[in-house]
């Protein structure tokens, strides 16, 4: 299909040929032309956000909960700078965003224009790939491309800086089939070779472990269902990263729960005693490695990766397999099937379940219940009971409460939780489960947050309440920055240097004041009711769950330790265990 | 208690150590806007090093650049290095030329060299045995141009330091695999 349009024409064009039917942004002087032709069309729907950065979040969340690619557009200069964060995020946890920033027209780059920035340099670094376009000729292409680079691969986010003059600037739009990518072509099928090596291994294991990553959900559905049948054929057990949870059920036997620093007992000791380690879409991340020249020394490992940088980047391994999970499961299915071999491993793993279950009877997820204080860990564990039935999707912030829901919050399915990983980023939750909430308008959407994250983003609210969205807030309100607070009390001889959170709003007047409905609850008995009164009501709600203020999240790897120097929940002086050359790592 | 061995990192804190090793990286580029750039920053924002850079587009209808770069690192931080390059959308391919036995590294320098008399006898003299051309000659100075391994340039130009030694223009290294395949 070609045809003549302005470039803000084809941007929209393109956004539909695209499938893109929600978008998030904020517009500004430089962007207008793009606002102006959504003004004169239906099929894309525009969220207005209040912040940049919330424009990058949803489009996070709506593509970590759609497996689609998240839509941003955004002005130039402060637009795009706000967006950075959001950026970072989605290029750290391989999320498909493209971001569509205005710029000064091309006559006045450089000159620094009002409101000008050097968008593709400021996001060279933060972007999977970026372009500037400067010639009208280049822009269908380019926006084409910009979606095939974000979804291929290993995802990502991709911005596309267009001076306000291409905007304006009358050319041939040619839609999507017409273009492909010179260069860049993935590789999905893994090699032949390496796939009967890992077979070979596999059927040689005694102590094997699964450690499945984000990688599986960026593959899609179809990853998450092929690996629930690898994991059942080969009787292996399993555990995930923070970015994986959900790919497989929390339910299933053979899941040991998280893994990393705050994962359980026996994911990170089956990690550290483990013969082998076969690593599926995920990156040997610090916090999932701990030490690292003491990380599961006995162990061959298998990585399969779509990044071939990703293998031996942190960890050097025995296999490198370089495709697409879904890919390489199925082979492996397929090999694993036709060597007939499969029966047989049951028993020899026996041993190893065995020990396993001696982990798991530590039941290292534990914590002191309180009948006048609300715990934390408690909280979330009413929260997942009364919510389970439903068609929830989980959110969160970053901090203890992060942690507490992805210990005690069980995903079944993928693409149900989403979470900032990689970043670390607080105010990450609000804005995501709007994105989310975008993308499955009936589904019950609950951001797990904490009162100093949620605060980072607060703004939100009121795109919540514009657009009706019946998003859940549920604080957990410790007033602290909890795990700011909790390396103090570990590591800093308690002196809780700036985390307290001082002047707190009153959250129910707040959500109030954004028409939104507020409720607090401080007693462990009503927090049933409260909950059932959250979900119940049909529009936005911040829950104010004030917490018990002292609550540690354990157990823990201290930093600098390897797995199998877990401290768990009642340990007397934590920090003692970390060592000066802990205590500079992060 | 174990002493505590520092992690095979590919990144520079294992730089300085005794396995460093230096290769020389050709990397096939489209020639757009930005690509030096994204490979300059990959550079500084891992941390790796660059010991010497030269880029230049080879084939002009398709816009096809050709940056060789000299690195060094672990052969661990090398191979990140690689994948790492080939992770950037632009890049067509990344090939370890240390890797390929019998691969050729060129260098070219301009010398300018100040003096008169003996100095000037001698200055010619050596260039002679380096076959180092002149390029420029003033009553008082030569320019020399000088091809050859980087090794051959180093040793020419410390000669050139007692005789008048003014200054010196390098390309860096380009580089190419022997025999009659491209790479």
Redo the contacts between chains.
Sequence with gaps: MTKQMTGAEMVVQALKDQGVETLFGYPGGAVLPIYDAIFHQNSVRHVLVRHEQGAAHAAEGFARSTGRVGVLLVTSGPGATNAITGLTDALMDSIPIVCITGQVPTHLIGSDAFQECDT??IT??CT??NY?V?RIEDLPRILHEAFY?ASSG?PGPVVIDIPKDVQFATGTYSGPRNVQ????RPQLKAEAGKLKQALDMMLKARRPVFYTGGGVINSGRVAATLLRELVQLTGFPITSTLMGLGAFPASGKQWLGMLGMHGTFEANNAMHDCDLMIAVGARFDDRITG???AFSPGSRKIHVDI???S????V?VDLGIIGDCAHVLEDLIALWRSSGAAAAQRPVLTPWWQQIETWRSVKSLSFRASETLIKPQYAVQRLYELTKSRDTYITTEVGQHQMWAAQHYHFEEPNRWMTSGGLGTMGYGLPAAIGVQMAHPKALVVDIAGEASILMNMQEMSTAVQYRLPVKIFILNNEYMGMVRQWQELLHGGRYSESYSEALPDFVKLAEAYGAHGIRCTLPGDLDAAIMEMIETPKAVIFDCIVDKTENCFPMIPSGKAHNEMILGDAADVGSVIDE?GKMLV | MTTAVSPPSPYSSALGKPNIEVHTLSVLVDNEPGVLARVVGLFSGRGYNIESLTVAEVVHETHLSRITIVTSGTPEAIEQIRHQLERLVPIHKVIDLTLIERAIERELAMIKVRGKGDHRVEALRLADAFRARVIDATIESFIFELTGTSDKIDQFVELMRPIGLVEVSRTGIAAISRGPDAI
């Design positions: 593709v340099g060279r670094h999977k790939h500037l400067k680079v290993r990518h010179k260069t860049y030490r690292l020249d990044d071939p940088s293998i031996n980047k942190n050097k050359k």
